[in-house]
């Protein structure tokens, strides 16, 4: 488990809700094309400007402030949520995928839809709300999905649900806001936290790891080639990267001098992605997700999960085959599904996901 998730509880109180936001007067820009992520206020507002949202999306971009839900149609398939009465989305985000399992649940059908991010949840809910999902259709819980088991217990669930469904990582609303940190496009501080109220932000993390721990979490977490040079540099100037561009520069200073671009942004990519996964202890949470399917899945219930990275997928496939050969799930995918050329050019985020499922004994 990493430095920073240990000093954090794995279920989180929803809080209480937000005071009424202050009207502010929208921010200015000047020229036509809005450079900073709070000036694209049109494309926050989907609602007035439906055909500028429709714009960006046919030009293969995420409009600010929304996500593009991946494999949908797939992810409906394999965990027959027309059949189902109980599901759970394990990371609600926009609320794309739960609006689409919503919709095509029977009447009777219920989903539980679970993100540990503070800011973005009241948001979506109030999203989904509008829309008409009242509760007990929707129930919505602000926690980490490493506390399934105890969320479906409070809930009233512990007898098990038909699907559970976890589309993993960030979503774009967080690594396109540089607030949050998790971009080396603009700058903004170093924090990275899907839950900022919680644990060590990646510059408090890079702070006190030491230059070994560095190294072995740029290998680990996603397999960096220059770990040990990046490590060492970033260690020098250990208490100077407090932000997203002053680590991008970092990591570029260290790497090779005659390495190509486009090799020096993967590993720029790459050490972001370590950081990432390190400050939120995603592989931790994921195994304990993993761990406890079998037990929250009814006869017959249904998993799936989108993957972006190998370290991601590795440990879905170990568990699933683990789980078949346990006899603990009664079939699981034999190939991965991957986003369609069509799905990848209008939503080039898509690229990297990889769907499996499993189905319980
Ligand atoms: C890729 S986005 C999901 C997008 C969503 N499927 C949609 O259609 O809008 C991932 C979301 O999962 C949340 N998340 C990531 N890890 C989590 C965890 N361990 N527990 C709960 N939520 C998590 C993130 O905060 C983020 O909002």
Redesign the pocket.
């Known amino acids: 488990m990493g430095a920073a998730a240990k000093m954090r509880s794995m279920s989180e109180p929803v809080p209480p809700q937000d005071p009424e936001p202050q009207r502010r007067r929208r921010p200015r820009y000047k020229g036509t094309h809005p450079r900073r992520f709070e000036e694209k206020y049109k494309e926050l507002d989907p609602a007035r400007y439906p055909e500028l949202v429709e714009h960006v999306r046919s030009r293969g971009q995420t409009p600010a402030g929304q ?1 593009v ?1 991946i494999l949908v149609d797939e992810a409906l398939a394999v965990l027959e949520v027309q059949r189902a009465l109980r599901g759970v ?10 609006e689409r399992f919503l919709r095509a649940l029977p009447v009777a059908g219920e989903l539980l839809a ?4 503070p800011l ?1 949840l009241p948001r979506t809910e109030a999203r989904l709300r509008a829309l008409g999902f009242a509760e007990p259709r929707l129930r919505v819980r602000r ?4 506390a399934l088991g105890s969320v479906l217990h409070e809930v009233g669930w512990s007898d098990g649900v038909d699907f559970v469904f976890a ?5 774009s609303m ?1 690594i396109d806001d540089p607030a949050r940190g998790f971009t080396f496009k603009q700058d903004g501080p170093l924090d990275m936290r ?1 839950n900022p109220s919680r644990g060590l932000s990646a510059a408090q993390w890079l702070e006190r790891a030491n230059e070994a721990q560095l190294a072995a979490v740029l290998v680990e977490n996603s397999d960096e080639p220059h770990a040990e040079r990046v490590a060492r540099a970033l260690t020098l100037r250990r208490g100077h990267v407090a932000t997203t561009l002053a680590l991008a520069e970092a990591v570029r200073a260290a790497l090779p001098p005659r390495l190509e671009a486009d090799e020096a942004e993967r590993s720029v990519r790459r050490v972001f992605q370590a950081l990432r996964i390190e400050v ?1 202890d ?1 592989f931790g ?1 994921l195994d304990a997700l993993l761990r406890q399917l079998p037990d929250v899945l009814r006869s017959g219930g249904r998993a799936a999960l989108l993957t972006f990275h190998s370290g991601e997928d590795r440990r879905v496939k170990k568990a699933f085959e683990r789980g078949l050969a346990e006899g603990r799930y009664a079939a699981i995918c034999d190939e991965v599904a991957r986003p369609s050329p069509e799905e990848r050019r209008a939503n080039p985020r898509a690229a990297p996901a990889k769907l499996r499922w499993a189905r319980r004994a």
Not at 89 to 98: R, W
Not at 143 to 146: D, G, I, L, V
């Open positions: 996500h839900p989305d394990c990371t609600f985000g926009f609320g794309g995928h739960s679970l993100d540990v991010d973005q926690t980490n999905f490493a589309d993993l990582g960030v979503s967080q899907m939120n995603e949470v």
